[in-house]
Each structure stands twice: as structure tokens, then as C-alpha cells.
């Protein structure tokens, strides 16, 4: 089914949650009940097939990491290599066995990029037999040190990205078009949640708007089989109970882990969504650790200072306290709550540009009672190298202090997840809302709330 298909590439998508609508609302047609189109509506009436713009200002993909064709060809013709084999620029394992092949040619070890220490002189080519004037040995070993430089730029560069993407809407760009396609109602809710996840965040002082709207509920409510009816034209909250329910709440958990979809799952699909999600832990404490010794960031105010990368760390922040949250609702669906008594892993707080900071503070805002916790246990990367220890007693402790909530904010358990009102997608030019995508498009080129003269 091509529709399905176009559904589920928008999972790999940053498409506005009105045009996911609309997709949904052609896929399923007269299977839904009259309030349920009525709910749905609220959205796709803002798709671009039906406004008057038919373009928006937003991004409608992720970034992608540019691969490394240049540097290749371009070997390829200093090297005089056959090009005639097909090469992919951009998978890393490519790149890696074609540096490995390559680099042997002028016996150069990969990895031994110092120009003084690691280049051979006349006498050891003469002896190794490479027969290249020390200018055109040069050339080449340059080459091959720019070529690997390229690959860890690449590498760098494809986990960034990743982490966006867990940070915004877990593991769904993992599923399957095999396993999106089990269940209708399913691939559905998935969509549609998944766009509402990935929406830009706005300049503000304030919460940000919660991912789980009314349109979510009502696609929920379908893959729990219960459809939204309408009496007499007028609406009204009549469910019924649907027996024969395919619902496919496997691939559902890749995005959406409440208490209802893990109580759907077996322990040991409950164990590999648990060991997916220790593992991404993992890889994101490694890379925040490499970010925090690079970037001098201030840990007491969590305050963007020059230097910073913030937009970096902030994915990255974001992708760990995704996994985070997702780790500890699994954690507690298995009624292994009691790991936390041994090893509870703290937040990551994002870094604050400083204006919204001040714009807090003359609303009579403080400092975010989280930074006080998050200044008290130890850092993540710390936990998992085994240099620190960090359990739930502890955390407990200095949330506290801090006068908060250590359950309701979710340091120590699973956060409630409440819904909120469908609201249009706005034109956002770094952070602000323009009424307008063309004058949003005009704002961005002049670089207008960028902090950038």
C-alpha cells in the first residue's frame, strides 16, 4: 500500500503534524466514526494540501551527514586506482576498508597521522620500495590524513544526528516498514505521535507544548479498541470495545512507553526494549563526556557561555533524558524497581541561552530547581565508568533539598503523561513565531533573532 508506505517514511521525517493528518485521514477514510474525523480535522484543515501557502519555512527533514565522496574521488585519481568498483561514501564501513586498502600503497598506517613522526623519509621509501619524489609522497600521505580526519568528522557527525532523533522521538526511525505495516491503527498513532514529538521547540520562558495531544488520544483509544461515536449529530464521549484488535504494540513501544503499551508486552520483549535502551544510555554518556571535557560548560548555572556547543549538547541532553525516561518506565513495568536502590542515573540538563535566562529572572523566575539536583549527584558518564555511584536514596536527598518532587519530576519514577489540546504548528524563525512561512523564510535569510549581527 503506497499510502502506508509515505506514512512510514515520514517516521524518518521533520513533516508538520498537520500534513501527517492529512495522510491519516485518506488512509483511514469511512473507518472512522464521525467525531473521530471531526478530531482529526483539527489538524489536516492546516496541511499544506489545504492552506492557501502550500509551503512552509520549516525544515521538513532531519540534517544528514555529508559522506565522504569527494575526498575518495579525489584519491582515487592522485592514487590512479581503478574506479570501476562501486563504493558507498557514504557507510562508514566503506570508507573505513577503502582507507585500509589504500593506504598500504605508500605504507602508511592508518591512524599514524603525525607529519613529522609518521612520514618515512628517502631512505626508508627507497628501502620499502616506493619509487615517489618526497613532493608526491607528501601529497598523498596528506590525502590519506585528511581522508581519515573526513571519517571521524563523518562518524561524528551520523551519532549527532541519531541522538536528534532519539531525543525527539526515541526508536521509532528504527521500525520497519514490515513492522509498520502489521496494523493499521497502529502505524497511525505512531505517525501522528511521532510528528508531534519532533516539533521545533519554542523561545520561551515557560513549558514547552507536551507531545500528546488530542488527536494522540483519539488514535490511542483506537489501537486499545475503542472508537469515539457520535449520536443524533451531536458528540458526545460513547465508546465502544472492539474484540478483534491486531494492534502491534511492539513497534508502538519503540516511540511510546506508557504503563498501558509495556503491560501489552511479553518480559522478554520487555528485556530488549530494556537492553536497546542501557545500550543508547551508554553510547550518549560516552559522547556527553567527550562534549563536557571539550566545552568548559558551567555546571553551576548551565548558562550558554562562548565556546559552547550548545545546540550539540542540548540534542544530545535531550536524547539521553529520552532514553532515560524510557529505561525507567521499562525498569518499572518489569517490577524491577529495586535496581534503582543500586544505580539511579540522574538527568542531563540543557544548557540556557542567557536572555531567557535574564527574561525569567525579571518575571520573577529563579534558577531551575533541577540545576541544584543536577550540581549534587554525579554526572552520568561518571556512573557508568564506575567512578562514581549515584542510587535512588541519594537523588532522593538533594531533590529535597531542592524542594522537588523526586517522583512527579521524574528523577525516581516513571513521569504521568497527560494530553493537551491539538494547537496549529507555528512558522518559527530560531525559537520566535512569525505569523507568515514567507516572511519567516525573509527573517531567517537577514538572520533576524539568530543573536547574529
Keep these: ?12 521525517q521533520r513533516k508538520r503534524p498537520e500534513d501527517v493528518a492529512q495522510m491519516i485521514l485518506e488512509i483511514l477514510g469511512e473507518k472512522l466514526s464521525a467525531k473521530e474525523e471531526s478530531i482529526l480535522k483539527k489538524a489536516s484543515k492546516g496541511s499544506l494540501k489545504n492552506t492557501f501557502f502550500r509551503y512552509t519555512s520549516m525544515m521538513q527533514e532531519f540534517a544528514t551527514a555529508i559522506g565522504a565522496e569527494k575526498q575518495i574521488k579525489k584519491t582515487i585519481e592522485i592514487f590512479r586506482l581503478d574506479d570501476k568498483e562501486s563504493i558507498d561514501f557514504n557507510s562508514i564501513n566503506e570508507i573505513e576498508k577503502f582507507i585500509e586498502q589504500v593506504s598500504p600503497i605508500i605504507n602508511k598506517k592508518v591512524g599514524a597521522n603525525n607529519f613529522l613522526a609518521d612520514r618515512l623519509n628517502k631512505e626508508q621509501r627507497k628501502e620499502k620500495g616506493i619509487d615517489l619524489s618526497k613532493r608526491n609522497y607528501n601529497k598523498k600521505w596528506r590525502l590519506l590524513k585528511r581522508l581519515e580526519f573526513k571519517l571521524l568528522k563523518f562518524s561524528r557527525e551520523i551519532r549527532k544526528i541519531e541522538f536528534q532523533k532519539l531525543g525527539k522521538h526515541g526508536l521509532s526511525h ?45 488514535l490511542f483509544n483506537r489501537c486499545k479498541g475503542i472508537t469515539t461515536t457520535s449520536v443524533l449529530g451531536i458528540f458526545k464521549t460513547e465508546t465502544k470495545q472492539q474484540s478483534n484488535l491486531t494492534t502491534n504494540w511492539w513497534a508502538i513501544s519503540h516511540i511510546y512507553t506508557s504503563k498501558k503499551v509495556l503491560s501489552q508486552l511479553t518480559d522478554e520483549q520487555k528485556g530488549k526494549l530494556l537492553g536497546k535502551w542501557t545500550g543508547i544510555l551508554e553510547e550518549i554518556a560516552q559522547f556527553l563526556n567527550k562534549l563536557w571535557m571539550d566545552d568548559n560548560i558551567d555546571r553551576q548555572t548551565m548558562v550558554v557561555k562562548k565556546g559552547n556547543d550548545s545546540t550539540t549538547w542540548n540534542n544530545t541532553a535531550g536524547a539521553w533524558n529520552k532514553a532515560r525516561d524510557n529505561w525507567m518506565n521499562i525498569i518499572y513495568s518489569l517490577g524491577m524497581d529495586y535496581v534503582l536502590e543500586e544505580i ?17 529572572h525579571s518575571t520573577g523566575g529563579k534558577l531551575d530547581p533541577n540545576t541544584e539536583v543536577w550540581n549534587k549527584i554525579p554526572l552520568p558518564w561518571e556512573v557508568f565508568q564506575g567512578k562514581e555511584k549515584c542510587n535512588k536514596e541519594l537523588v532522593v536527598k538533594y531533590c529535597r533539598k531542592a524542594g522537588i518532587d523526586p517522583q512527579k519530576s521524574g528523577w525516581i519514577a516513571p513521569r504521568k503523561q497527560g494530553f493537551t489540546e491539538f494547537k496549529p504548528t507555528p512558522e518559527l524563525v530560531h525559537g520566535v513565531t512569525v505569523s507568515n512561512p514567507y516572511l519567516a523564510t525573509v527573517l531567517k535569510k537577514h538572520r533576524y533573532f539568530s543573536g547574529k549581527a
Excluded: P
Design 1 to 12: 500500500m503506497k499510502a502506508l508506505e509515505n506514512l512510514h517514511k515520514t517516521l524518518s
Design 174 to 218: 528504527r521500525i520497519d516498514i514490515d513492522e509498520f505495516q502489521k496494523d493499521l491503527n497502529s502505524a497511525c498513532f505512531i505517525a501522528y505521535y511521532n510528528a508531534r514529538c519532533n516539533l521545533r521547540s519554542v523561545f520561551t520562558n515557560g513549558s514547552q507544548e507536551r507531545s500528546f495531544d488530542e488527536i494522540c488520544k483519539m
Design 344 to 360: 539511579c542515573f540522574g538527568k542531563t540538563l540543557r544548557l540556557m541561552a542567557a536572555d531567557v535566562v535574564a527574561w525569567h
